[in-house]
């Protein structure tokens, strides 16, 4: 079983990217042997309402894929949002994206969500970028937010899982002692991932993800196949983790 | 064959004095396990963005050292600046390539490619027909002072149109660095470094063909795997797999690549 925590449907406008629609993208993702991914719609990173482009993703979206809806505590109906991701989509976790959405992870507004979020049972992850910055568009610098703030959202949540999506290996250590901090796989590369990456967390608090369509899933799929994890790190990586955490069922 | 172009040494900012080898042993523990046979080595670069001709030597000394111990797994480029006087660059050249150790002139960031200093460079990489490979990238931010990006390689190798020049970096680059040296029938672009960001290489495929395009990982930066998984992820097989993996190196090698 393989189950991917971060893929995006909709087409990212500033890459040329892999499959864009969920039937094309759940093909592309079948085919590197992933068995069930969460999923949501890139175009809400940059809509004026998020939760729109949510809806109408939802649809689309066969069993394959666990909807995961970006959410914006900026929105004045983000509590119906809330409630709609989790009755109506049926979902276990929300995204948030502070960086693109105008709110501070540390803030008020982001407090008042995960809190909420929380009484609803709703696991939280943060997507901490969406591009390595080096290739934004020039006119759309977006930084991420600092680690200080990240620390203080997940600190808000613990003992809660707080999942940290697309985060640099550098950015780890600030976490290693936030035991309720987990992070997925696409930007976590170095000369052997694993044993870089584990040495600052355990492979209980990693999560197999790809970041399609904006990067190949096969990619990261050989990076887990070459990691040199034992079995059992490997299949927690791989889905383990993931069930555990109630991200989505076995 | 894998024949990886773009790899540095185990610490990449710390090139071990009077080497004999044995410090790339981690290297090839995991060139073996992700099934790469050859990697060409750049040098620990990370000595300096600017480096001095003490520190070149260093450099290049222990990519020699890699060479020496492991003939059959290693090929290497010397390591220049082209801010360094004329003659020392002359020399170092002479040292690494001339000898017939190194196959090529890895450039980075120390002076940008549209500089004329790098006039007497190529001239010499065009007598000992020798490779070059360049670092470019198009970047919104975190751009060094003369970091080269692919505009600028282009203008590089118009200038030398009879110099055989890698433009590392094709995700670092983007579609908009393909177009860039597209019509530069002298530059290749390796894959290396970013990661596996997909829409690149198939635009590369469709503009310059798989005849251009060289595997590279940028290892210990990357992982050898990883960037490998951007073939299976562009479905390249076949010939072309063939061609990016080993072939296309062995060209840019000419009389020097490897028997």
Partial sequence: MLIDINT??????????????????????????????????????????PSIEEQRLHPRLSD??????????????????LRQARDE??????????????YEADGDEAAALVEAAAELNLHVAVLVRIEDERAHYPLMAVPAPTEAALLKLADRLAPRP?????????????FADRPHV??????????????????????????????????????????????????ADRAAVAAGNAIRLGLVSG | MIFDAHTHPPRLSEPAVDSDGRDYAPMLARMDACGIDRALLLGAVGISQTPTAEQIRLVNDHTLA????????????????????????HEEMDRC????????????????????????????CAELDCMLLYHAWHKTVQRTPHESDPTDIAVLARRHPDVRMVMAHMMGGGVRGVSDVAACPNVWIDISGSAPTAGVLEY??????????????????????????????????????DAITWGNLRTLMGSRRPC
């Avoid at chain 1, 394959?64 to 949002?81: E, K, Q």
């Avoid at chain 1, 707080?162 to 600030?174: D, F, G, H, K, S």
């Fill in chain 1, 182 to 231: 987990c992070f997925d796989l696409p930007y976590l590369e170095s000369e052997h991932p694993f044993a870089s990456i584990t040495a600052i967390v355990p492979p209980s608090r990693l999560l197999f993800a790809s970041h399609a369509p904006l990067m190949y899933p096969i990619a990261q799929r050989r990076k887990l196949d070459h990691g040199e994890l034992s079995d």
């Fill in chain 1, 64 to 81: 394959f894929f666990s909807h995961a809806p970006l959410i914006s505590p900026m929105l004045f109906d983000w509590r119906d949002r």
């Fill in chain 2, 204 to 241: 590369a495929l469709a503009t310059i063909g798989a005849q251009r395009i060289v595997y590279g990982s940028d290892w210990p930066v990357r992982d050898f795997a990883t960037q490998l998984g951007k073939l299976d992820g562009a479905g390249i097989h076949g010939p072309d797999r």
């Fill in chain 1, 89 to 102: 989509f049926g979902a276990t976790t929300i995204r948030l994206l502070p960086s693109y959405h105008r």
């Fill in chain 2, 66 to 89: 890699g060479l020496r111990a492991w003939p059959d797994r290693f090929s290497g480029l010397c390591y220049l600046n082209p801010a360094l006087d004329r003659a020392f660059v």
């Fill in chain 1, 162 to 174: 707080l999942i940290l999506l697309n985060a640099y290996r550098w950015e780890l250590p600030a």
């Fill in chain 1, 8 to 49: 995006h449907a909709g087409r990212w406008p500033f890459l040329q990217s892999g499959p864009t629609e969920p039937a094309a993208l759940e093909d592309e993702l079948r085919a590197a042997g992933i068995t069930r991914a969460m999923v949501s719609a890139i175009e809400s990173v940059l809509a004026p309402h």
């Fill in chain 2, 97 to 124: 390539i001339g000898s017939g150790r190194m196959v090529g002139v890895k450039l980075w960031v120390a002076v940008n490619a549209r500089d004329p200093r790098h006039d007497v460079i190529l001239r010499r």
